[in-house]
């Protein structure tokens, strides 16, 4: 699994020849997808994601032509395990974004932002 805790932060871990790399990412984890196919686009540190999200919406003010309908972000606390489901498992965070809420079935995670372009 790419994403675990270690003392309340989130860690990104990927496999490189010869061992692994980690990625601090603090308390709070963001991810970027297109609802439409539930492909998860970017994830990772909250101040990344918002730059990235930022010059996409920049972008398409400057373009006459619509690139992307709903395009989401959403950042929060979330259970490591469905994080990792999110990212391994294209589609699933549709369903994740769908049919789970900050006090639904009483998860512990919380949503700080679900934005996007539509």
Known sequence: MPYYLRNGSYIFRTERKGGYE??????IVA???DRAD????KHGSSETLHKWMAAIIRLMEKSEIKLI??????EGKFPVEELNKC?????????????T??????????????GGLT
């Open 87 to 99: 990212v391994e498992n294209q589609g699933y965070i549709t369903k994740f974004y769908r049919e």
């Open 22 to 27: 980690e990625q601090f990412l603090g308390p």
């Open 69 to 74: 309908g709903g395009l989401t972000l959403i």
């Open 101 to 114: 809420s900050p006090v639904a079935k009483g998860m512990n995670y919380e949503i700080l932002h679900r």
């Open 38 to 41: 539930g492909k998860v686009l």
């Open 31 to 33: 991810l970027i997808f």
